[in-house]
């Protein structure tokens, strides 16, 4: 199954947990050390306990080794592809919305171009972004989804360092990320921190 999931790690528990949606659970399944949610017939999240690998982080992003060691566990059980959950975007339009902080953003991420209400200073036009598009989890545990703000339809968000979570020396401090333009031929694809 391809889908946006969110995994985090809670050490009290040693526990890898993965959010596939926010659905209450309804039923759940073990296996070995596998705990499935369900809502009905949909996954919502996955827990795996007993974590054989070290792990310093609550909230893991683009990790390969943790993605296989999660393939491995789930390999008999479910079948998990993670699907990129934030991409490089260049922002080709940027417009205040009036009487707000607001900017309506146009943000290209290849071949498609969203919409996104962001509220950094420093949003502009032709400036490279790192782009949450809509299902992505945050390492705070909120899902960006879809939706409006003042009016303006908004299908993703623009992220800064500190809401992802990455050292602060590695980009700029305020606003959302501005990346060199060394990214221009990398529009669209993963962003890997």
């Not at 969203?114 to 299902?135: E, F, H, P, S, W």
């Not at 809401?163 to 305020?174: M, R």
Request: glycine letters at 6%; aromatic letters at 8%; a neutral charge.
């Amino acid at each position: 199954m391809r889908t946006k999931f969110g995994v985090f790690f809670n050490k009290q528990f040693n526990c890898l947990m993965l959010t596939l949606n926010n659905k209450p659970i309804t039923t759940s399944k073990t296996v070995n050390n596998v705990v499935i949610l369900k809502n009905e017939n949909d996954i919502v999240a996955i827990n795996i306990f007993d974590v054989k690998i070290e792990i310093d982080k609550n909230y893991i992003f683009n990790s390969p080794q943790i993605y296989e060691y999660i393939s491995s566990e789930l390999k008999d059980i479910v079948s998990l592809e993670n699907v990129p959950q934030f991409l490089i975007g260049k922002i080709t339009k940027c417009e205040k919305i009036p009487d707000t902080h607001l900017s309506a953003c146009e943000v290209s991420i290849n071949s498609e171009i969203l919409k996104i209400v962001c509220g950094a200073k420093n949003a502009r036009k032709a400036i490279y972004v790192v782009v949450a598009i809509d299902g992505s989890w945050m390492p705070n545990g909120m899902q960006i989804t879809k939706g409006k703000l003042r009016g303006f339809d908004s299908e993703g968000m623009l992220c800064s360092a500190k809401e992802l979570q990455l050292e602060s020396n590695a980009f700029n401090n305020e606003g959302i990320i501005e990346l060199p333009d060394e990214y221009q031929n990398q529009i669209g694809k993963a962003f890997q921190g």
